[in-house]
């Protein structure tokens, strides 16, 4: 039997396997989802009185967009990322400056006489300067090399945002799944432990009516008590699961919608489409978008460290006027106009330079290295959640034949029970193999909605129209 996957933290050791105790409830009868419903009506008290929201999971996705905080924080981050484009923009354009100033100065001079005696005097007077530079770059490979650097880490910057966003669809799905598989676990404890009660009342009575014997009421009995624990646990985690998407929609669930199985009609994709998938992956994937930004961007770093070996040429335009800039010009004014070009040779900087280049080019090659990694780390991904398509269809139409099969054989037992040729014994086990052939089709049934939602996360599709997609199998 397979085990459910997990993305959260809180899996404990010995617990049944969510995704198979919980859509098996709704995909084999809906009494059991209407007591999941009843059960559900604990939910987490509500912050700040806050009414607790019923949601299906278009709703949860859209609530998430809008409050989860990791979004808000990469929306952030992006905004900042992207202000880098006009600073390095900017060191391309005319800079203008203006200066002044304005001394009150206090003179005494001492000078030999005719006598021989010194001769001390004092003056003092104002001086004041003003000045409007406007400095023009014509050639400064640096600041090109920078301003190309700087398109290339906005490109980034929205490849990582777009990563987020395709991740959140993911988030969201996961964690409703998840609380809709606690709610209906609930509901299946409940129903077993309520047929366990039944059989138990039974047993007793043909044990008192001298038709039964006493290991019927045991093994009835021991049924029960199991049901009691997994029901506190199942409560728990359904605490638990809801106030685990409170997190990113905040706001307190109330009720999720739950799967209805006569909608989800598994189909398998094409056999042929795991090529076209890879592409779109390759293509649209915001992960190697975002990788290759940073390889562009690295290559614009080599340049900007060999620029340190070129010359910088500026065109540069003063106006300024002083008065009694000097001692020896006192109570006088100039006024000056100056243009030209302004040329920087680098000769020697001790082997600063040389030493950038070789570090900018060892991290172009570790991004490239990582690019090609996570490409095919794509690639497989992408023929994972292909095949849990592909082999999650089947999967999920040989165990819902199963059930039924169960089912069956449930049937067939209590009649022989009461033709007398089955024990209670037999009953129960057949109960306990329908539950897992229940099980396996919920865990079939959850694969292969997530598959779909994480294939569409890794070709950068994940948007709200495929949530629209998983949430048309939800009932209203």
Same mark, same amino acid.
């Given at each position: 039997m397979n085990a459910m996957p997990t993305t959260s933290h809180h899996r404990r050791t010995g617990r049944w396997p969510l995704a198979a105790l919980a859509l098996a409830v709704a995909a084999a009868t809906s009494p059991l989802v209407a007591v999941a419903q009843t059960a559900a009506g604990t939910s987490?008290? @509500?912050? %700040?009185?806050?009414?607790? $929201?019923?949601?299906?999971?278009? #709703? @949860?996705?859209?609530?998430?967009?809008?409050?989860?905080?990791?979004?808000? &924080?990469?929306?952030a981050a992006a905004a900042a990322r992207r202000e880098r484009l006009p600073q390095a923009r900017a060191q391309l354009l005319p800079n203008i400056s203006a200066s002044a100033s304005r001394s009150r100065n206090d003179l005494e001079s001492v000078q030999p006489g005719l006598t021989g005696e010194p001769f001390r005097s004092e003056q003092k007077y104002t001086s004041s300067s003003r000045a409007l530079t406007i400095r023009q770059p014509l050639y400064r490979p640096f600041n090109y090399a920078d301003y190309q650097q700087a398109k290339a880490q906005v490109?980034? @910057?929205?490849?990582?945002? !777009?990563?987020?966003? *395709? %991740?959140?669809?993911?988030?969201?799905?996961?964690?409703?799944?998840?609380? $809709?598989?606690?709610?209906?676990?609930?509901?299946?404890?409940?129903?077993?432990?309520?047929?366990?009660?039944?059989?138990?009342?039974? &047993? =007793?009575?043909?044990?008192?009516?001298?038709?039964?014997?006493?290991?019927?009421? !045991?093994?009835?009995?021991? /049924?029960?008590?199991?049901?009691?624990?997994?029901?506190?646990?199942? +409560?728990?985690?359904?605490?638990?699961?809801?106030? #685990?998407? #409170?997190?990113?929609?905040?706001?307190?669930?109330?009720?999720? &919608?739950?799967? !209805?199985?006569?909608?989800?009609?598994?189909?398998?994709?094409?056999?042929?489409? $795991?090529?076209?998938?890879?592409?779109?992956?390759?293509?649209?994937?915001?992960?190697?978008?975002?990788?290759?930004? *940073?390889?562009?961007?690295?290559?614009?770093?080599?340049?900007?460290? +060999?620029?340190?070996?070129?010359?910088? $040429? !500026?065109?540069?335009?003063?106006?300024?006027?002083?008065?009694?800039?000097?001692?020896?010009?006192?109570?006088?004014?100039?006024? %000056?106009?100056?243009?030209?070009?302004?040329? %920087?040779?680098?000769?020697?900087?001790?082997?600063?330079?040389?030493?950038?280049? /070789?570090?900018?080019?060892?991290? *172009?090659?570790?991004? *490239?290295? &990582?690019?090609?990694?996570?490409?095919?780390?794509? @690639?497989? =991904?992408?023929?994972?959640?292909?095949?849990?398509?592909t082999e999650g269809a089947l999967r999920i139409r040989a165990l819902e034949q199963a059930v039924k099969s169960a089912e069956v054989m449930v049937h067939s037992n209590r009649r022989s029970f009461e033709a007398g040729s089955r024990t209670l014994v037999d009953i129960l086990n057949a109960e306990q193999e329908r539950v897992s052939a229940m099980r396996d089709l919920a865990n079939a049934r959850y694969l292969y909605m997530m598959s779909r939602i994480r294939l569409r996360a890794l070709a950068g599709e994940a948007d709200e129209q495929a949530v629209q997609e998983i949430n048309a199998w939800l009932q209203p």
């Open positions: 987490p008290p @509500a912050p %700040n009185g806050t009414t607790p $929201l019923s949601l299906n999971l278009s #709703q @949860a996705y859209r609530a998430a967009l809008e409050q989860d905080a990791v979004i808000g &924080a990469a929306e490109e980034d @910057a929205n490849a990582t945002l !777009d990563k987020e966003l *395709q %991740n959140v669809a993911v988030r969201v799905s996961g964690a409703y799944l998840e609380g $809709l598989l606690a709610q209906d676990q609930l509901a299946l404890v409940l129903a077993q432990k309520e047929a366990y009660t039944t059989q138990l009342d039974a &047993a =007793r009575k043909r044990f008192a009516a001298g038709a039964g014997v006493r290991t019927d009421i !045991d093994e009835a009995q021991a /049924r029960v008590d199991m049901t009691i624990a997994q029901e506190l646990e199942a +409560r728990q985690n359904l605490d638990y699961t809801k106030r #685990q998407l #409170q997190v990113m929609v905040n706001a307190p669930i109330a009720r999720l &919608a739950p799967v !209805d199985p006569d909608k989800l009609r598994a189909t398998a994709p094409d056999p042929g489409a $795991l090529l076209q998938w890879t592409d779109r992956a390759e293509q649209a994937s915001p992960e190697l978008r975002a990788l290759r930004a *940073q390889l562009e961007a690295a290559r614009y770093e080599i340049e900007k460290a +060999r620029a340190g070996h070129k010359p910088t $040429l !500026d065109a540069i335009a003063q106006w300024s006027i002083s008065d009694s800039d000097n001692v020896t010009r006192v109570n006088s004014r100039y006024d %000056n106009k100056s243009i030209g070009v302004q040329l %920087n040779v680098p000769i020697y900087a001790g082997g600063y330079v040389n030493s950038q280049v /070789r570090q900018a080019v060892a991290e *172009q090659e570790r991004i *490239q290295q &990582a690019l090609e990694a996570t490409r095919r780390d794509l @690639a497989l =991904r992408v023929e994972k959640e292909y095949r849990g398509l």
